[in-house]
């Protein structure tokens, strides 16, 4: 094979990788918005919390492992609740700029907290798996990357399986598919809400970590990479779960791919705005993306 | 007996001020406002003259999101698009100032046009999501146009000069800036007494019935994005010659958010609103410093807390207002009015 199919190939694979991971937090933005109508415009955040979160229990506590991950995941369901009950339940029902702002605010709120306890400065992650490059056929794999997105496959599936057959994931799926029906035949509407917060925060959380470990340190410009989750969302289908999932691969190649041969081209940085462009394109032409519901308004 | 607001004519309820008191009000308070720059010491002159280019901003965003109902959230792309518009004119062609700003609001204006078109067909959501897009493609436009920008370096803007008088004190500038504010806010204020402006409402209050009644839609909603990138652009035009750089991270999508917060806390759909919200988010940072530098002599470290506590008290303040004053500071302003226009009599 030629060096520059190799080159193609290892795009592909880096952007399958990073790609898991915006379908992690896709997953989360998508469950919120279909049970709730909630748009999170702060999905970058609950990643950051995630991160600094379970590097906190990893590095300066000590904690092994087995004890950090629970901790961290416990400390996102209480804020997937605060955020739930103290913000979002009141405000069922307000206008949609209220609610877009309101996120935005708790976003914000989240940042700050994080910048006064831990400052600005880059962390190291705990190394979670070996550097050493290996050989998929001719193309150079990291394992961080490998395992990261095989990670990812893991609780993709978890998810899936958890929606399909426990009886918590029919009732949120009934409720994301009509809350009044739902409602009459016994499930706790805002049980559900309170309930999809706490997958998204965890899935947020999952998310954040991985990434930590992926790029081998945290800081506050993984809240951008949060914001990839518009383009993901949009091209996958806003109230879509599998939407999500092939969304974010899909955004998550296509960026790289941009980014590798486009970047030569026109100086750099392509890989930031590629997604955004994809998302433009999309709303004018088919604004329920792949496999979203398709009731959008047209004015 | 007539009493309170009784009026007989549709051109008495139309009145901006319907008596005499608000007008010696606001004549007083432009007196004020004349002699400030004596007074004031250049600290606070700075803050005051970002107060009022925020208050050009913010009337900007109010005018397509509050009265309007189209959610924008390019706002700081608009404000950028003015901001080297009036640079580049200045450097490259040489213009003096007073014509660069309005050509960089006529500029803005275009690109208000350009992302107006999402909202032709989408609403909503959808079309906030469609200018957080708009706002990351036109920043690496701005980023890697670097012939004309200069990249992420940003441009050095050279003094503006008015009848050989160069503005380069704060409180020249404040003239400038307030010449500005001045017309601006009045302009929003009269906009909505128009057909224009009523048409606005009508698309933000239900556009099928709006466009039912004989609005065009495509018409307004675009008029709507021009008319407020341009205010945008008058106000990225000042920050220019206000801080005299302009550098991309100066109109992150942070800067969106805060208008957002300014139109919000201030309240959406009112003029007072901006006004008010311009106020409160550039003081807010400002307060904080206050408190800080009394905190250092405790707790030595309270400098290097600001960006966060901004951010933390920034955060609830707009949780706080969505939850319980959704109309804003200008809600609050006219309840103490009413309170006070019968007192000691309530009823």
Redesign the interface.
Known sequence: MGDHVVFMLQLIITGIAVGGVYSLMALGFVLIFKASAV?NFGPGELVLFGAYVSWATILPMKLPLYVALPITLGVAILLGLVIERG?LR??IG?P???V???T?????????????TWGSDTRPFPVLFSQEPFHLGPVPVSPVHLWSFVGVLVLLAGFSLFFQYSLTGMAMRATADNQQVAQSLGVSVKRVFALSWCVATVVSTLGGIILGSVRGGVDFSLADLG?KV??VV?LGG?DSVAGAIIGGVLIGVLENLSGGYLDPV????VK??AP??V??II??LR?YGLFGKVE???? | MQCGGFRISYRGDERIFDTAVPIVGVVLLLAVLSVVPWYATTYWLDVINRIGIAIIGALGLNIL?GYTGQ?S?GHAAFLAVGAYATGILEIQLGLPFYLAIPLAALIAAGFGLIFGI?????????L???T???H??AT?GI??W?RMTNGVLGLMIPTATVFGIPLDSDARIFYLIFALVVPATFFAKNLFRTRVGRAFIAIRDR?VAAGVMGVS?YRYKLLAFVISSAYAGVAGGLMAHHSRIVFPDAFS?LVA?DY??MI?IGG?GSILGCIFGAIFMTLLPEVLKLGATSLTGVYPNAFG?I?????????????FF??YE?QGLARIWLRIRSYWKLWPYAY
């Open positions: 748009v913000v009141p405000l307000e949609i700029i209220s877009i702002m309101v935005f605010g708790v976003a914000s709120v989240i940042r700050g907290v994080l910048n006064m914001l518009f383009p949009i806003l026109l100086g750099g940085g930031e705005v955004f462009v998302l433009v709303l004018m604004p959008i308004e047209r004015v | 999101v959610i959230i999402p909202s032709l067909r989408l609403r909503g959501l959808y906030a999501i469609a957080l897009a708009a990351f493609i690496y980023i890697h670097e556009d839609l999508l958010i957002l917060a919000i959406l807390l960006a966060s506590m901004r951010d933390i008290v920034f955060g609830f303040a707009v949780i969505l939850m959704p």
